[in-house]
Nanobody, 114 residues
Framework: QVQFVESGGGLVQPGGSLRLSCAAS???????MGWYRQAPGKQRESVAV???????NYRDSVKGRFTISRDNAKNTMYLQMNSLKFEDTGVYYC?????????WGQGTQVTVSS
């Protein structure tokens, strides 16, 4: 069973940047992978997904600001987040795409605040 560990979150001002990392305990090269987030009081939502070959898809609100990438050799996925907004605040998780209930990790907190 694969386990995911997210890191890289933090407190950032609006307009700032963060780079999230997702380390997998096993090989992920064949998996669709995704970043998800949950804002306070809201349901978890998909942010971006990436195919095994590198194809990507983003939710409209992050297009042009976020970039998802992966390094299959390192079993790691990334989310580069630029021009962060207040509404990007939340706990960010990585998982397969679509997500598997058994693979949710602890997530990493992203707080955008002035």
């Amino acid at each position: 069973q694969v386990q995911f560990v997210e890191s890289g979150g933090g407190l950032v001002q609006p307009g700032g940047s963060l780079r999230l990392s997702c380390a997998a305990s096993g090989s992920i090269f064949s998996f669709y992978m995704g970043w998800y987030r949950q804002a306070p009081g809201k349901q978890r939502e998909s942010v971006a997904v990436i195919g095994s070959g590198g194809s990507t898809n983003y939710r409209d609100s992050v297009k042009g600001r976020f970039t998802i990438s992966r390094d299959n050799a390192k079993n790691t996925m990334y989310l580069q987040m630029n021009s962060l907004k207040f509404e990007d605040t939340g706990v960010y998780y990585c998982n397969t795409g679509p997500p598997h209930d058994d693979y949710w990790g602890q997530g990493t907190q992203v707080t955008v605040s002035s």
